[in-house]
């Protein structure tokens, strides 16, 4: 059983930066591609950051390409997103998983809202 636990979320003013952390459980995480997603109000939800197993590959929706970067431990089991230079449209619950989606490791994600 996996459980995917993600912190960090917070309200943050234009231009700002945010550090969101996802705590992995289990022994298979080191082994599979993670990613980032994000859902704002009335949209579907987006994969908007992935990372490979090795940590070598990583890819970028071109929304936020130049201002994320993504980054995992795998010896600690976690994924992190480094936002910077956050924008209003930026605001949405942010939450990991493996790529692609596993439909049942889905968590309560971490909500970010950019709001001066």
């Known amino acids: 059983q996996v459980q995917l636990v993600e912190s960090g979320g917070g309200l943050v003013q234009p231009g700002g930066s945010l550090r969101l952390s996802c705590a992995a459980s289990?022994?298979?995480?080191?082994?599979?591609?993670m990613g980032w997603y994000r859902q704002a109000p009335g949209k579907q939800r987006e994969l908007v950051a992935r990372i490979s197993s090795d940590g070598r590959t990583k890819y970028y929706a071109d929304s936020v390409k130049g201002r994320f970067t993504i980054s995992r431990d795998n010896a600690k089991n976690t994924v992190l997103l480094q936002m910077n230079s956050l924008k209003p449209e930026d605001t949405a619950v942010y939450f990991c998983?493996?790529?692609?989606?596993?439909?049942?490791?889905w968590g309560q994600g971490t909500q970010v809202t950019v709001s001066s």
């Open positions: 289990g022994s298979i995480f080191s082994i599979y591609t």
């Open positions: 998983n493996f790529v692609p989606a596993v439909r049942d490791y």
